[in-house]
Nanobody
């Protein structure tokens, strides 16, 4: 029903920036604008970690302390796309980054759809 494709990952030096994109393809009748979108990451040997979310109703954003002030999530509903701008990257940000979408009218406590992930590697 909802397919998510991330892009924009790569290798960057510490202190640098990357912008991740997540493009959604939706089945007929499904909407993007009514879904909360989130970004997560998973480093080798670690559990998946919440990174950011943007709610569908009003666009409120939330971040954990580990990325607050460095990462910014945004969306453009007309393009079915969500972005994650990552600044001041450090080696601890190295992980596979995943985009996720809630069911319609979800507020981000659960996500029903996931992308395949994009690798972000930050060198020291």
């Amino acid at each position: 029903q909802v397919q998510l494709v991330e892009s924009g990952g790569g290798l960057v030096q510490a202190g640098g920036s990357l912008r991740l994109s997540c493009a959604a393809s939706l089945a007929s009748g499904r909407t993007f604008s009514t879904r909360t979108m989130g970004w997560f990451r998973q480093a080798p040997g670690k559990e998946r970690e919440f990174v950011a979310r943007i709610l569908w109703n009003g666009g409120r954003t939330d971040y954990p302390d580990s990325v607050k002030g460095r990462f910014t999530i945004s969306r453009e509903n007309a393009k079915n796309t969500v972005w994650l701008q990552m600044n001041s990257l450090n080696p601890e940000d190295t992980a596979v980054y995943y985009c996720a979408a809630s069911r319609e009218y979800g507020l981000g406590s659960q996500y029903a759809y996931w992308g395949q992930g994009t690798q972000v590697t930050v060198s020291s």
